[in-house]
């Protein structure tokens, strides 16, 4: 049998995370199965731990957090579990996805198991064209034309399986031999900027990572973020692209600090123009 387990990093989200297990009621397909490990970053449990740990199977696992340590740490701790009880492959999954589909781990699976140097794959979130290019200075520059290059670069591309520079750290179907040997999670990061570090770890080795294009899921905006942390994660979205422009694209200091400011600032911007256009 191989095993598979699904690593919920929780923050005050336990009715999403109830739900998404509810989704997923088959646990055993053609040789594979399925175990959750819920990682909980020290939530307001106002009585809903106890209704979620109720819910888990006997081979599930409940890791309590004394402080939020983040999205990469947290994580990594979920991840470090699953290697230790055992599973070849593991899924991170944000408690906002809403999965209509239960068999969508099978598939992704047997998507990994087509391709040689497996790293990472993962399905379309609805609405967001994938991220298919490496981003240059031009792009942290001016934010938008990024966004412009890879959506004209997914619509020209008719196929099921796109390779891709980076995926979206809210649903990764990973191997975690390969992720163990390029050290997982850089836990410098708090939030934001962890799938842009992973993406570059890669960028120049034989690993793949790639997009099924088949398969959609929808994100629902991250509402523990959005909730909890409001103006605050503008400067996590600063300190991460700071790691990953200083540390892992080698830019210089003064250079990575404009290029991480203007990046902040326009996801500013845009929310802004988001949260105006839905009055």
Not at 210 to 232: L, Y
Request: glycine fraction near 4%.
């Amino acid at each position: 049998m191989i095993q598979i387990s699904l690593v919920i990093l929780n923050y005050n989200s336990f009715d999403f995370v109830l739900e998404l297990i509810g989704k997923i009621e088959k646990r055993r397909k053609n040789g594979l199965i399925l175990n959750f490990i819920i990682v909980d970053n020290n939530s307001n449990h106002s009585g809903l731990k106890e209704n979620l740990i109720e819910a888990l199977g006997k081979n599930d696992i409940y890791i309590q957090n004394k402080k939020n340590v983040g999205y990469a740490k947290g994580n990594n701790i979920g991840l470090r579990k699953a290697k230790e009880i055992g599973s070849e492959y593991a899924v991170i999954l944000n408690p906002d996805i809403a999965i209509e589909n239960e068999n969508i781990i099978f598939s992704l699976y047997e998507r990994a198991r087509s391709r040689e140097n497996f790293f990472m794959n993962g399905p379309i979130i609805s609405g967001v064209s994938p991220y298919i290019s490496r981003p240059n200075w031009a792009n942290f520059l001016f934010p938008f034309t990024y966004k412009i290059k890879n959506k004209r670069l997914f619509n020209s591309l008719k196929t099921n399986i796109i390779d891709v520079y980076r995926l979206y750290g809210c649903f990764l179907f990973i191997s975690l031999e390969v992720f163990s040997k390029i050290g997982l999670f850089d836990e410098k990061t708090f939030l934001y900027g962890e799938e842009e570090i992973i993406a570059e770890k890669i960028f120049k080795s034989n690993y793949k990572m790639f997009i099924c294009t088949d398969i959609i899921v929808q994100h629902r905006a991250s509402s523990s973020v959005n909730k909890f942390f409001k103006f605050k994660k503008y400067f996590f979205m600063f300190e991460s692209w700071l790691i990953y422009l200083q540390e892992y694209r080698q830019y210089s200091k003064p250079t990575s600090y404009i290029f991480s400011a203007n990046m902040a600032l326009y996801r500013f911007l845009v929310d802004r123009i988001k949260i105006i256009l839905s009055r």
